[in-house]
């Protein structure tokens, strides 16, 4: 009687031991998808940014050809000025 109670007892405390593995490993397991998720937002938040620094850039290069543009017709504006008034001086 007294084997077949520490076979009872073993059973009892081996079948708790793989219960509480059960629940470590459960926890093991959502840990790992924590730590997953948040490497994939950091991932995510870095190329975001990335994309912002990049649209910055383009808005920057945007307004520098904008401003080359408005160089080059004034200084269009001034060599036609300029020709005009040649072509004044030529014809008198």
């Known amino acids: 009687m007294q084997i077949t109670q520490c076979t009872g007892y073993f059973y009892a405390a081996l079948c708790a031991s ?3 593995l059960s629940l ?3 926890s093991c ?3 790992r998808e924590v730590i997953y ?3 994939k937002e950091g991932e995510i938040t870095a190329r975001l940014k990335q994309m912002e620094v990049a649209l910055d850039a383009i808005e920057i290069g945007k307004k520098n050809a904008e401003a080359e543009a408005a160089l080059a017709k004034e200084k269009a504006e001034v060599l036609i000025s300029e020709i005009k008034r040649i072509e004044l001086m ?3």
């Open 29 to 31: 397991i959502v840990c």
């Open 37 to 39: 998720s948040t490497q």
């Open 18 to 20: 793989m219960r509480l």
């Open 90 to 92: 030529v014809s008198v």
């Open 24 to 26: 470590i490993l459960i």
